[in-house]
Structure formats: structure tokens, C-alpha cells
């Protein structure tokens, strides 16, 4: 499976009042579309993710899994700001031909939902069955449902809130400043602030885990130990992991992005945005999540029309929507099943709507 690209050659107005000339989105689709569309799930993918939800979903993508190709058309695209393809810091500008770096606009969660839309467009799709995302995918999804209520017909919202917390933007601030305070960061390479990047990851990390979790993953060898603790060598090893693969600009403009969500912003209040939602809402939150509490996604559940909500208990907190694939896929089962909504969509025009 190969990434695609929508190229979009017009200005795309931003929140902010800036505007990008042109963009790109990287994307992957998987299956066969329905000619009645009527098996389309749309994986929207979180903060550090990419286009190929099975490489980062595994457990709930691909063949034999829950959101298995042969019955559902999956989408998943790579978001404007991010670094696998799509338009981001280290994209050439195509004002000055040289790469954005500080010069990226800012970036909202609205702003990015505008661009899945036009994808959607350009795809010719008029209907999806399922929207579902976890975290930074969950606000996109939620913001979607709220931009297009009448395109989504189930909505999957795991570990994910209304507004961006004081608490959420004061964990991405504290990476940011780490990334500030690397030397590097002032200056227009690609590489720059990189060793602040590892700190700031370092600092997610505990964000995303929990107390139990490192208690049980990073126990103390012995108890004569003086240095050399499992704990520490994780950290690094986290900030080695991202570096491998992402950049600082990318990292900054998407906690920044994640800092922005806020369903109310222009709405009146966020009642009054959750109230507009029309499509079938499952919310998921995970007992032990730390970043996005289970009081958000009940939040959630309380106040968009007949939504239900359903908790995991896990042991690895928020990054749990990403590890506990089977009881995730047991819930969502189930929610489908109670409304009479079948996982055993085809591929062939014999086949009605599965809902």
C-alpha cells in the first residue's frame, strides 16, 4: 500500500487570518468503496501518527481486525502541519522556495478538519459510516461532526475532549519550552531544536503513562542500584525513538494545534456546538488516563444528543487507546450491534447500507 496525495492549488484560509497559498495531504485508503458508500471508515490519527493507521492501529486495522479492508473502505489521511507527506514546516513555501521552518502559519484543529473535508470531496464521498479517532483524532473528529452533521453517521470518540484543557496546554508548553531552550532552535535547518524535541517527548511520555505503568514496566532491577534505571533509559530512549522520525517544527506546530481545540470557539458555547451533533456517538475514555481524564469524555457523552459512553481500565493511561485493541473492539461491537448496525458490510452492489 503506497501513500496518495491530494494537491490543493488554491489559498486555504486559516482560523488565524493567515492563509496557506497551496496544500498537500498525504493519504492511504484500504478496501473497496461500496457503490452505495456505505462502508467508509475515516481514522483520524493523533498527535505524532501517520496516513497508514495499520502501521500505528494495528490491533484495529487491517485483515481479521475489527475495521477489516474486505468489508470497509478505510481512510486515513495525514494532517496538514505533520511531517509523512503533508504540507508542514519543512515543506518548500511556495512564496519564498525555501522551507517554512518558523514561518509555518499557525494551525488549528478547524483548519485541519477543512482540509479532510475537501479531501472528501475530491474523493466523491458523500457518506461515512464510521468516523473515529483517539486523542488529537478524537478533536478532529468531534469538530467534523459538528462542521458537516449530517456526513457522519457513527462517531467513535476515545480519549478525547470538547477544549483543550489548562492542564493539556500547560504539558505542551513545558515541551515547548525544552525545545526552546535547545540552542539550535533559532536556526532554519531542518534538525534544529532536535535534542530539545527528545526532552519535550521525554516529558509526554509521563503525560501519556501513568504512575502504575512505570511501576510496573520500569521496576528497579535490585535494590542496590545507583544509576543505570530502567525509568531514565525509557526516557531517552522515547526521545531517540521520535527524533528517528520527526522533526521539532512539526512538533511544535501540532501541540500547538492540539492546544487550539475548542468545539465552542465561534459557536456560542460548547453546549451549544455538542447539541449540533447528529451522528450515533460512542465516547470511550480510559480509567487511568492522566491528559485527557474520563470526566472529558463524559463530558462528551453528556451533552451530544443520545451519545454513549464507555470506559476502558487499562494500565498504560491515555496511550491505552492505542494498546488495548481488543477490549476497544469488544465495545465498539457491541455499541453497533445494539442499534442493529452489522460489521459484515460487502464489497459487492447486493449489499444495502449497513445501518
Same mark, same amino acid.
Given at each position: 500500500?503506497?501513500?496518495?496525495?491530494?494537491?490543493?492549488?488554491?489559498?486555504?484560509?486559516?482560523?488565524?487570518?493567515?492563509?496557506?497559498?497551496?496544500?498537500?495531504?498525504?493519504?492511504?485508503?484500504?478496501?473497496?468503496?461500496?457503490?452505495?458508500?456505505?462502508?467508509?471508515?475515516?481514522?483520524?490519527?493523533?498527535?505524532?501518527?501517520?496516513?497508514?493507521?495499520?502501521?500505528?492501529?494495528?490491533?484495529?486495522?487491517?485483515?481479521?481486525?475489527?475495521?477489516?479492508?474486505?468489508?470497509?473502505?478505510?481512510?486515513?489521511?495525514?494532517?496538514?502541519?505533520?511531517?509523512?507527506?503533508?504540507?508542514?514546516?519543512?515543506?518548500?513555501?511556495?512564496?519564498?522556495?525555501?522551507?517554512?521552518?518558523?514561518?509555518?502559519?499557525?494551525?488549528?484543529?478547524?483548519?485541519?478538519?477543512?482540509?479532510?473535508?475537501?479531501?472528501?470531496?475530491?474523493?466523491?464521498?458523500?457518506?461515512?459510516?464510521?468516523?473515529?479517532?483517539?486523542?488529537?483524532?478524537?478533536?478532529?473528529?468531534?469538530?467534523?461532526?459538528?462542521?458537516?452533521?449530517?456526513?457522519?453517521?457513527?462517531?467513535?470518540?476515545?480519549?478525547?475532549?470538547?477544549?483543550?484543557?489548562?492542564?493539556?496546554? %500547560?504539558?505542551? !508548553?513545558?515541551?515547548?519550552?525544552?525545545?526552546?531552550? @535547545?540552542?539550535?532552535?533559532? =536556526?532554519? &535547518?531542518?534538525? +534544529?531544536?532536535?535534542?530539545?524535541?527528545?526532552?519535550?517527548?521525554?516529558?509526554?511520555?509521563?503525560?501519556?503513562?501513568?504512575?502504575?505503568?512505570?511501576?510496573?514496566?520500569?521496576?528497579?532491577?535490585?535494590?542496590?542500584?545507583?544509576?543505570?534505571?530502567?525509568?531514565?533509559?525509557?526516557?531517552?530512549?522515547?526521545?531517540?525513538?521520535?527524533?528517528?522520525?520527526?522533526?521539532?517544527?512539526?512538533?511544535?506546530?501540532?501541540?500547538?494545534?492540539?492546544?487550539?481545540?475548542?468545539?465552542?470557539?465561534?459557536?456560542?458555547?460548547?453546549?451549544?456546538?455538542?447539541?449540533?451533533?447528529?451522528?450515533?456517538?460512542?465516547?470511550?475514555?480510559?480509567?487511568?488516563?492522566?491528559?485527557?481524564?474520563?470526566?472529558?469524555?463524559?463530558?462528551?457523552?453528556?451533552?451530544?444528543?443520545? %451519545?454513549?459512553? !464507555?470506559?476502558?481500565?487499562?494500565?498504560?493511561?491515555? @496511550?491505552?487507546?492505542?494498546? =488495548?485493541? &481488543?477490549?476497544? +473492539?469488544?465495545?465498539?461491537?457491541?455499541?453497533?450491534?445494539?442499534?442493529?448496525?452489522?460489521?459484515?458490510?460487502?464489497?459487492?452492489?447486493?449489499?444495502?447500507?449497513?445501518?
Amino acid at each position: 500500500m503506497s501513500l496518495q496525495y491530494f494537491d490543493y492549488k488554491y489559498s486555504f484560509p486559516l482560523e488565524s487570518g493567515e492563509s496557506l497559498p497551496s496544500f498537500r495531504l498525504a493519504y492511504t485508503t484500504r478496501g473497496t468503496l461500496n457503490p452505495d458508500q456505505s462502508n467508509v471508515v475515516w481514522v483520524c490519527h493523533a498527535l505524532t501518527g501517520n496516513a497508514d493507521a495499520g502501521d500505528w492501529w494495528g490491533g484495529m486495522v487491517g485483515p481479521g481486525k475489527y475495521f477489516d479492508p474486505e468489508q470497509y473502505f478505510i481512510v486515513c489521511v495525514n494532517v496538514l502541519g505533520s511531517c509523512y507527506g503533508s504540507t508542514g514546516p519543512l515543506s518548500i513555501s511556495p512564496v519564498s522556495r525555501q522551507p517554512f521552518y518558523h514561518d509555518f502559519p499557525a494551525l488549528t484543529i478547524r483548519d485541519i478538519v477543512g482540509t479532510l473535508d475537501l479531501l472528501r470531496q475530491e474523493l466523491g464521498i458523500e457518506t461515512i459510516h464510521t468516523c473515529i479517532g483517539g486523542s488529537v483524532g478524537g478533536e478532529q473528529a468531534v469538530e467534523w461532526a459538528i462542521l458537516q452533521p449530517n456526513l457522519i453517521r457513527n462517531l467513535v470518540l476515545i480519549a478525547a475532549s470538547a477544549v483543550a484543557s489548562p492542564w493539556c496546554i %500547560a504539558f505542551n !508548553e513545558a515541551q515547548r519550552m525544552a525545545i526552546e531552550a @535547545d540552542p539550535t532552535w533559532t =536556526e532554519r &535547518r531542518d534538525d +534544529a531544536g532536535q535534542a530539545g524535541m527528545k526532552a519535550a517527548r521525554a516529558m509526554a511520555m509521563i503525560s501519556y503513562r501513568n504512575y502504575d505503568t512505570y511501576g510496573f514496566t520500569q521496576a528497579l532491577d535490585n535494590n542496590e542500584q545507583l544509576d543505570g534505571y530502567k525509568a531514565a533509559g525509557y526516557q531517552r530512549y522515547q526521545g531517540e525513538k521520535l527524533a528517528d522520525r520527526f522533526n521539532a517544527f512539526t512538533y511544535w506546530t501540532l501541540t500547538k494545534v492540539m492546544d487550539s481545540h475548542n468545539v465552542g470557539r465561534n459557536r456560542g458555547s460548547i453546549l451549544n456546538a455538542l447539541g449540533q451533533i447528529k451522528a450515533r456517538t460512542l465516547v470511550v475514555g480510559i480509567r487511568s488516563d492522566l491528559l485527557f481524564p474520563p470526566s472529558e469524555q463524559q463530558f462528551l457523552a453528556r451533552h451530544i444528543p443520545d %451519545a454513549v459512553y !464507555e470506559e476502558i481500565d487499562s494500565l498504560y493511561g491515555h @496511550d491505552g487507546f492505542l494498546i =488495548e485493541f &481488543r477490549p476497544l +473492539a469488544n465495545i465498539i461491537r457491541k455499541w453497533m450491534t445494539s442499534a442493529g448496525i452489522t460489521t459484515e458490510i460487502k464489497t459487492t452492489s447486493t449489499i444495502r447500507l449497513s445501518q
